[in-house]
């Protein structure tokens, strides 16, 4: 699959809940995950990838759990729903709570997965 074809996948099989993409190489020796918006701004006529697949939050908060494990939680909260995840800092171990976003589940999968993603 090359660019142009890519993005007509994209365009074809997208519906609003979804947010991520889970694409992996032809060779099928990689896979990656990242933000449909950035996956979609970043791919050029030349790329050439195996396949893709389109994820939802509840799809990649599976995800994120299943590599953070009890590191992360999902906290429902009167303001929105956020996340409370620990993890290695610079000072120890520290504890962060975050807006539940798209953005903050890819940080948090690039944080724990330390930019290599990790086979499902």
Known sequence: MRGREIIATLNERKSDEHRFVK???KEEDFLD???LDR???NTG???EIG????????DMWNEVRRIGGSRVKLVHDPSGDKVMWSHKGKTGVRTNVCTFTP????????VETRGNPVDS
């Open 23 to 25: 694409w992996w190489r």
């Open 51 to 58: 396949g893709i697949d389109l994820l939802t939050m509840d």
């Open 33 to 35: 995950y990242d933000l």
């Open 39 to 41: 996956f979609v701004e």
């Open 45 to 47: 006529g030349t790329d």
């Open 103 to 110: 953005e903050t589940l890819m940080e948090i999968y690039d």
